[in-house]
């Protein structure tokens, strides 16, 4: 290879010059003040997991497998995949193709920003020699591979239901900026690098281009124009991304890193959640993910939004969508970042509770029963629980057929776990609860604590510290009678279809246990969304402001999808989705407890 | 000319007004779902405000529909207007040709165990007012028992209440439960017995006298709060939370038999008739009459009219009235037509 | 006239001090406070009540009197556990309401 164009230098690659300058700048003072917003205990634990060699495999698998794979948007919809992972992954190898390129051939030009991007421009080479067929065969290979996506993305703008989506955001004005820059890049380099194939040699696909329009023009006038095109597009990216949607490319990288560290959000704005703030890449998976959004008049209220809002420092919205969100955590586990909003908007309730007046001096008043017997297992109902009787009566009957010494700790209503103060942004006043709950269980000298309510389950697993304590739900304590044979149920040929409620599915990850269950009583019917998308029921302690006619209206669609294969009854492991769902459904809905009491032989 | 009335209810109401459309000469068909005839009131023990025995008035009421026509056991298959005529195709394959129908088809009393915080079904104390009215006429209830010292009543069960779907009142209730109140209290002289209210909707003639001689004469201890969550005790009694909202204070009380006053809401028989012909219905469920004041027995389709407790809930002697009132706006159809 | 007696503070609740503006401002960010008819199941159900005086009801009604110190003592001991929110037949939005009073009223005398 030998260089064209002496000194390797040329002035149209001043814009792009420019918007990676600029670019390069405006991160490296955002990753500062991120750094800076860090509590110091964060920081240190981020810095130390820099030479934790297994946190960093981990780093480097998520940064390849999400953000040039895109794994979890392949398992979602193939199209939308391959989309995305074209455009990232090509354009990845685009660059580091480019930069071996100089490593390898014109070395003094290494350091040079621009010269691996405009490399064709600047270096000929003879398409017959085996350098030059091998990369620039890889070039055009990747090139077109981008191209391919850059030609989905187009598509899907008009029809983003071919990729599994019903509805996509609508783009601001740096977003359309960014969008049209983005797909105009690759075919404009399509076109330069086609242009200059004739001197500078090219592959199976620069080469036929140049064939195509040297017929037509005839002349070569055409090259500095695309290269100027070409250069002005990836400048002006550069210039928008910041304050647009693609801002998500690079974030991701620093997201992975703090969330594999073990960052956690504890402001709505700044430090970690800033992080996952310009992470989203808007892509508008959650607007079909939000259980509100059976309502068109709540799209506004999707995650997405809400980041978007948090950019802009939009303070009412940012509050009003924060304190409506059910906080059933479907758009967090769908998203394919993994922004944790909902972590952010209790981190945003907070900046409004956590000043609000409390008094649980009462607290003091609570001790522990004393108690001679000492049983193994404890069974802590949870305060709704209270309200759902045939739980309570079904879980005692349980108990007792499987001959449980068990010691029923709230049977006269027990203290508040705390999660529904988590959820309000109230984490001081949850503290509160959760250490004098801590100090009670652990008195009771008890093995396993057995829950019927998910709320309760998860904020056990997530803030208590009771070391040496087994926390189980129902539904897993129920699973793990009849397998070890501490009961039987009689199985029969009705049909039900199991509901997983958001804080058991998504927040505790337990979808099979209960599901074992319901299939030892009869047929498990599915429904048309299930496990990590089931739909709120509705009732969730989690929104704020969520009236009472917009939450039976999700109640009304959530009953619809888990219907749909018509089942004799529904079932679900949650007291609140069970009231909830009992009030509205045509079809019997029952708890798991109360199925398996009913059938216990 | 086809005089042919077809009445859809066999309660109370179907039964007045078959009997006054007999008498103005119209060719009356009465069906009903069950096998016997009086609707909810065949299963009832006493009326408020006197304590007339329930049999007192339906005797009468299915005396004067001789020469009605009416089958028992029989549902509506299907009702469509052809021409100006409703042709309703019965459960036991008759076809009845009719210019006008009168819907009689009353109430259900809401399903207790739906409020699922008050243990119908659950407790073995837990009983509803309808379980209570078959105590009185059989004296057997296994759920009732020997000598309870405590009793409480629950008013509101399903009525004013959003989270169960209803959010009207339903008129009776109240009357009923200081009515069972004062039965309970003659039958069980020991009992302390309390009525749980939200108000005391005493609105009839005759209806305050009968709370005045429950506090008085019987002693019944009215707490104003209505009751939030009911629990078992290791006896198998009924521990039961509210508030007492006149002192501002939580309070808790155990109970041997507890009665839920579950209260109206639109038949589900008439709502899937309602549905085959799409007579409307408001947002509590009951059919929409014409006007709210002057044409209370009409439907906005031509020849369809309403009377009773479809309509929203009523009492006794409102839905005699009634009765009377839509035989009228019949016959009146029927001249205006001719 | 004055007979002197202007020492001990009346128990008598005057409406005078009710505060509407503050009221208006409540009823704006949770109208659902204009929908209580005063039935108890908060209170009852409450499972802080079972340890401290808290109740919803009582501290509407404070606040409806004039009396806003005393409305948010009513509700200082809240766990904000949602119960209230289930039995409530008129549908309130408690928790928020809650929220939404110690905010209001959170400087009150």
């Given at each position: 290879?030998r260089?064209?164009?002496a000194?390797?230098y040329?002035?149209?690659?001043?814009p792009?010059?420019?918007?990676i300058i600029?670019?390069?700048?405006?991160?490296?003072?955002?990753?500062i003040?991120?750094?800076?917003?860090v509590?110091?205990e964060?920081?240190?634990?981020?810095?130390?997991s820099?030479v934790n060699?297994?946190i960093i495999i981990?780093?480097?698998?998520d940064i390849?497998c999400d953000?040039?794979?895109?794994?979890k948007?392949f398992k979602?919809?193939?199209?939308?995949g391959?989309m995305?992972?074209?455009?990232?992954?090509?354009w990845?190898?685009?660059?580091v193709?480019?930069?071996?390129?100089?490593?390898l051939?014109?070395?003094?030009?290494?350091?040079?920003?621009y010269?691996?991007?405009?490399?064709?421009?600047?270096?000929?080479?003879?398409?017959y020699?085996?350098k030059g067929?091998?990369?620039?065969?890889?070039?055009?290979?990747?090139l077109?591979i981008v191209?391919?996506?850059?030609g989905?993305?187009?598509y899907?703008r008009?029809?983003s239901?071919?990729?599994?989506?019903?509805?996509?955001?609508?783009?601001?004005?740096?977003d359309?900026?960014a969008?049209?820059?983005?797909?105009?890049?690759?075919?404009l380099?399509l076109l330069?690098?086609g242009?200059?194939a004739?001197?500078?040699?090219?592959?199976f696909?620069t080469?036929p281009?140049?064939?195509?329009?040297?017929n037509?023009?005839?002349?070569?006038?055409?090259i500095?124009?695309t290269?100027?095109?070409?250069s002005i597009a990836?400048?002006?990216?550069?210039l928008a991304?910041?304050?647009?949607r693609?801002?998500?490319i690079p974030?991701?990288v620093?997201?992975?890193?703090m969330?594999n560290?073990?960052?956690?959000?504890?402001?709505?704005?700044?430090?970690?959640?800033?992080a996952?703030i310009?992470s989203?890449?808007s892509c508008?998976?959650c607007?079909?993910?939000?259980?509100?959004?059976?309502?068109k008049?709540?799209i506004?209220?999707?995650?997405?939004?809400?980041?978007?809002?948090?950019?802009?420092?939009n303070?009412?919205?940012?509050n009003?969508?924060?304190?409506?969100?059910?906080?059933?955590?479907?758009?967090?586990?769908l998203?394919p970042?993994?922004v944790?909003?909902?972590n952010?908007?209790?981190?945003?309730?907070?900046?409004v509770t956590?000043?609000?007046?409390?008094d649980?001096?009462?607290?003091?008043e609570?001790?522990?029963p004393?108690k001679e017997k000492?049983?193994k297992?404890?069974?802590?109902?949870?305060c709704?629980?209270?309200?759902?009787?045939?739980?309570?009566?079904?879980?005692q009957?349980?108990?007792?057929?499987?001959g449980e010494?068990?010691y029923?700790a709230?049977?006269d209503?027990?203290?508040?776990?705390?999660?529904?103060l988590?959820m309000?942004g109230k984490?001081?006043?949850?503290?509160?609860?959760?250490?004098?709950?801590?100090e009670?269980f652990?008195?009771?000298?008890?093995?396993?604590i057995?829950l019927?309510?998910?709320i309760c389950?998860?904020?056990f697993k997530?803030?208590?510290?009771?070391?040496?304590?087994?926390?189980l739900?129902?539904?897993?304590?129920?699973?793990?009678?009849i397998?070890e044979?501490?009961?039987?149920?009689?199985?029969?040929?009705t049909?039900f279809?199991y509901?997983?409620?958001c804080e058991l599915?998504?927040?505790c990850?337990i979808?099979?246990e209960?599901r074992n269950?319901?299939?030892?009583?009869?047929?498990?019917?599915?429904?048309?969304?299930?496990?990590?998308?089931?739909?709120?029921?509705g009732g969730?302690?989690?929104?704020l402001?969520?009236?009472?006619d917009?939450r039976a209206k999700?109640?009304?669609?959530?009953i619809k999808?888990?219907?749909?294969?018509?089942p004799?009854?529904i079932?679900?492991?949650c007291p609140l989705?069970?009231?909830t769902f009992s009030?509205?459904?045509?079809?019997?809905?029952?708890d798991i407890a109360?199925?398996?009491?009913?059938?216990i032989? | 000319?086809?005089?042919?009335?077809?009445v859809?209810g066999?309660g109370?109401?179907?039964?007045?007004?078959?009997?006054?459309?007999?008498?103005m000469?119209?060719?009356v068909?009465l069906?009903?779902?069950?096998?016997q005839?009086?609707?909810?009131?065949a299963k009832w023990?006493?009326?408020?405000?006197e304590?007339?025995?329930?049999k007192e008035?339906?005797q009468?009421?299915?005396?004067?529909?001789?020469?009605?026509?009416?089958?028992?056991?029989?549902?509506?298959?299907?009702?469509?207007?052809?021409?100006?005529?409703y042709n309703?195709i019965?459960?036991?394959?008759?076809?009845?040709?009719?210019?006008?129908?009168?819907?009689?088809?009353?109430?259900?009393?809401?399903?207790?165990?739906k409020?699922?915080?008050?243990?119908?079904?659950?407790?073995?104390?837990?009983?509803?007012?309808?379980d209570?009215?078959k105590f009185?006429?059989?004296g057997?209830?296994?759920r009732?028992?020997?000598n309870p010292k405590?009793?409480?009543?629950v008013?509101?069960v399903?009525s004013?209440?959003?989270?169960?779907?209803n959010?009207?009142c339903?008129k009776?209730?109240?009357?009923?439960?200081?009515k069972q109140?004062?039965?309970?209290?003659?039958?069980?002289?020991?009992?302390?017995?309390?009525?749980?209210?939200?108000?005391?909707?005493m609105?009839?003639r005759?209806?305050?006298?009968?709370?005045?001689?429950?506090?008085k004469?019987?002693g019944i201890?009215?707490?104003?709060g209505?009751v939030?969550?009911?629990s078992?005790t290791l006896?198998?009694?009924?521990?039961?939370?509210?508030?007492d909202?006149?002192?501002?204070?939580?309070?808790k009380?155990?109970l041997?038999l507890?009665v839920?006053?579950a209260?109206?809401?639109?038949a589900?028989?008439g709502?899937?008739i309602?549905e085959?012909i799409?007579?409307k219905?408001?947002?509590?469920?009951?059919?929409?009459t014409?006007?709210?004041?002057?044409?209370l027995?009409?439907?906005?389709k031509a020849?369809?009219f309403?009377a009773g407790?479809?309509?929203g809930?009523?009492t006794?002697?409102?839905?005699?009235?009634e009765?009377?009132?839509?035989?009228?706006s019949?016959?009146?159809?029927?001249?205006?037509?001719? | 006239?004055d007979?002197?007696y202007?020492?001990s503070p009346?128990?008598?609740?005057?409406?005078?001090?009710?505060d509407?503006?503050?009221?208006?401002?409540?009823?704006?960010?949770?109208?659902?406070v204009?929908?209580?008819?005063?039935?108890?199941?908060?209170?009852?159900?409450?499972?802080?009540?079972?340890?401290?005086k808290?109740?919803?009801?009582s501290a509407?009604?404070y606040?409806?009197?004039g009396q806003?110190?005393q409305a948010l003592?009513?509700?200082k001991?809240?766990?904000?556990?949602g119960?209230?929110?289930m039995?409530?037949?008129?549908g309130?939005n408690?928790?928020?309401?809650i929220l939404?009073?110690?905010?209001?009223y959170n400087?009150?005398?």
């Amino acid at each position: 290879m030998r260089e064209r164009i002496a000194g390797g230098y040329d002035n149209f690659v001043i814009p792009f010059m420019i918007g990676i300058i600029f670019l390069l700048v405006y991160l490296f003072i955002g990753l500062i003040r991120i750094l800076k917003h860090v509590p110091g205990e964060d920081r240190k634990r981020l810095f130390l997991s820099f030479v934790n060699p297994k946190i960093i495999i981990k780093d480097l698998r998520d940064i390849i497998c999400d953000c040039l794979l895109h794994v979890k948007i392949f398992k979602r919809n193939i199209l939308l995949g391959y989309m995305h992972a074209s455009i990232a992954f090509g354009w990845f190898m685009l660059i580091v193709i480019g930069h071996i390129e100089v490593a390898l051939f014109v070395p003094q030009r290494n350091g040079s920003l621009y010269y691996p991007v405009f490399y064709r421009f600047f270096v000929a080479e003879q398409n017959y020699t085996l350098k030059g067929a091998f990369f620039f065969f890889l070039m055009d290979f990747f090139l077109l591979i981008v191209l391919g996506g850059v030609g989905l993305a187009m598509y899907k703008r008009v029809r983003s239901i071919a990729m599994g989506m019903r509805r996509t955001t609508k783009p601001c004005f740096a977003d359309r900026v960014a969008l049209y820059c983005l797909w105009s890049i690759f075919p404009l380099r399509l076109l330069a690098e086609g242009f200059t194939a004739g001197i500078s040699g090219g592959s199976f696909l620069t080469k036929p281009v140049n064939m195509l329009f040297a017929n037509f023009f005839g002349n070569d006038l055409n090259i500095y124009p695309t290269w100027w095109a070409y250069s002005i597009a990836l400048g002006l990216f550069f210039l928008a991304m910041p304050f647009s949607r693609y801002m998500h490319i690079p974030t991701e990288v620093l997201l992975i890193v703090m969330r594999n560290a073990g960052l956690k959000v504890t402001r709505p704005r700044k430090g970690f959640a800033e992080a996952e703030i310009y992470s989203c890449s808007s892509c508008g998976i959650c607007l079909d993910a939000c259980p509100m959004n059976v309502q068109k008049k709540n799209i506004n209220y999707s995650s997405v939004y809400f980041i978007r809002f948090l950019r802009r420092h939009n303070t009412r919205k940012i509050n009003e969508i924060a304190d409506k969100c059910l906080m059933c955590g479907k758009c967090v586990v769908l998203c394919p970042v993994g922004v944790e909003s909902c972590n952010i908007k209790m981190a945003q309730r907070g900046t409004v509770t956590e000043k609000l007046p409390y008094d649980y001096s009462y607290l003091q008043e609570i001790h522990a029963p004393v108690k001679e017997k000492k049983e193994k297992v404890l069974y802590f109902a949870g305060c709704m629980t209270h309200l759902t009787p045939s739980i309570i009566k079904s879980m005692q009957k349980i108990f007792e057929a499987a001959g449980e010494d068990y010691y029923f700790a709230d049977s006269d209503g027990g203290l508040c776990c705390g999660r529904p103060l988590m959820m309000a942004g109230k984490k001081e006043a949850a503290k509160e609860l959760i250490k004098k709950n801590s100090e009670l269980f652990m008195a009771s000298g008890c093995e396993t604590i057995v829950l019927s309510c998910p709320i309760c389950l998860r904020v056990f697993k997530e803030e208590y510290r009771l070391p040496g304590i087994k926390l189980l739900h129902h539904t897993q304590y129920i699973d793990s009678l009849i397998k070890e044979g501490r009961i039987s149920v009689n199985k029969d040929d009705t049909s039900f279809v199991y509901h997983d409620p958001c804080e058991l599915g998504r927040g505790c990850k337990i979808y099979d246990e209960p599901r074992n269950v319901v299939a030892a009583l009869g047929e498990l019917r599915h429904a048309s969304k299930e496990k990590k998308e089931s739909i709120c029921c509705g009732g969730s302690v989690g929104s704020l402001t969520l009236n009472f006619d917009d939450r039976a209206k999700i109640t009304r669609e959530s009953i619809k999808a888990l219907t749909v294969e018509n089942p004799d009854k529904i079932i679900t492991a949650c007291p609140l989705c069970l009231k909830t769902f009992s009030d509205q459904s045509m079809v019997p809905v029952n708890d798991i407890a109360e199925a398996v009491a009913e059938k216990i032989a | 000319m086809n005089k042919n009335v077809m009445v859809i209810g066999g309660g109370p109401c179907g039964l007045e007004a078959s009997a006054q459309l007999h008498k103005m000469g119209y060719n009356v068909i009465l069906i009903e779902k069950e096998k016997q005839l009086g609707g909810h009131l065949a299963k009832w023990d006493r009326l408020f405000p006197e304590g007339i025995e329930a049999k007192e008035v339906l005797q009468p009421l299915v005396d004067n529909i001789n020469g009605v026509k009416y089958f028992l056991d029989t549902e509506v298959v299907s009702i469509n207007l052809l021409d100006k005529e409703y042709n309703v195709i019965l459960s036991n394959g008759i076809t009845v040709l009719s210019k006008a129908v009168l819907m009689t088809s009353g109430f259900d009393l809401f399903p207790a165990e739906k409020k699922e915080e008050y243990g119908y079904g659950i407790y073995d104390r837990v009983i509803t007012n309808a379980d209570l009215e078959k105590f009185f006429a059989t004296g057997k209830d296994p759920r009732v028992v020997e000598n309870p010292k405590r009793i409480g009543f629950v008013h509101c069960v399903g009525s004013r209440d959003e989270k169960a779907g209803n959010r009207y009142c339903s008129k009776v209730c109240c009357a009923t439960a200081v009515k069972q109140a004062c039965e309970m209290k003659a039958l069980f002289p020991d009992a302390e017995i309390f009525c749980f209210y939200m108000d005391l909707r005493m609105f009839g003639r005759g209806y305050e006298d009968m709370y005045l001689k429950a506090q008085k004469d019987y002693g019944i201890r009215f707490i104003r709060g209505r009751v939030s969550e009911v629990s078992e005790t290791l006896e198998k009694q009924v521990l039961v939370k509210a508030e007492d909202t006149l002192s501002g204070k939580p309070l808790k009380v155990t109970l041997d038999l507890l009665v839920l006053m579950a209260g109206m809401q639109n038949a589900k028989s008439g709502i899937r008739i309602g549905e085959m012909i799409s007579m409307k219905r408001s947002d509590d469920g009951f059919f929409t009459t014409k006007g709210s004041i002057l044409s209370l027995q009409e439907c906005d389709k031509a020849g369809i009219f309403y009377a009773g407790a479809c309509t929203g809930p009523k009492t006794l002697p409102d839905t005699l009235n009634e009765a009377r009132a839509a035989a009228v706006s019949i016959h009146n159809y029927f001249n205006k037509e001719n | 006239m004055d007979f002197g007696y202007s020492l001990s503070p009346s128990s008598r609740i005057d409406l005078d001090l009710f505060d509407r503006n503050r009221f208006n401002t409540l009823a704006e960010i949770e109208p659902d406070v204009l929908k209580c008819m005063a039935c108890g199941s908060c209170t009852a159900t409450c499972t802080a009540g079972k340890y401290a005086k808290n109740s919803l009801r009582s501290a509407i009604l404070y606040l409806q009197n004039g009396q806003d110190k005393q409305a948010l003592e009513y509700l200082k001991p809240c766990m904000l556990c949602g119960k209230c929110f289930m039995v409530c037949p008129r549908g309130i939005n408690t928790r928020h309401l809650i929220l939404s009073i110690l905010k209001i009223y959170n400087n009150a005398k």
